[in-house]
């Protein structure tokens, strides 16, 4: 359903820290594909996973992950 889509700024948050997606993978504690699978929207994190991803970025959940697309930067 078109309504379960997660929305995330993974690629923007690795991109801006210059972390690659085997970095976030090893320091996440899954495999470098799950994080590819998560920035395409092809794959929706546990709530565990979604907060262990915050707390990486230390940013709060919400900045990385919405129900909503986010609006373009610079938009």
Do not use: C, W
């Amino acid at each position: 359903m078109a309504d379960d889509v997660v929305y995330n700024r993974i690629a923007v948050l690795r991109a801006e820290r210059g972390i690659s997606r085997r970095q976030l993978a090893d320091a996440l504690g899954v495999h470098y594909q799950t994080v590819g699978y998560l920035e395409r929207g092809e794959y929706s994190p546990s709530l565990h996973l979604a907060l262990k991803i915050a707390e990486y970025f230390e940013v709060p959940v919400e900045v990385v992950f919405s129900t909503k697309p986010f609006p373009r930067i610079g938009a």
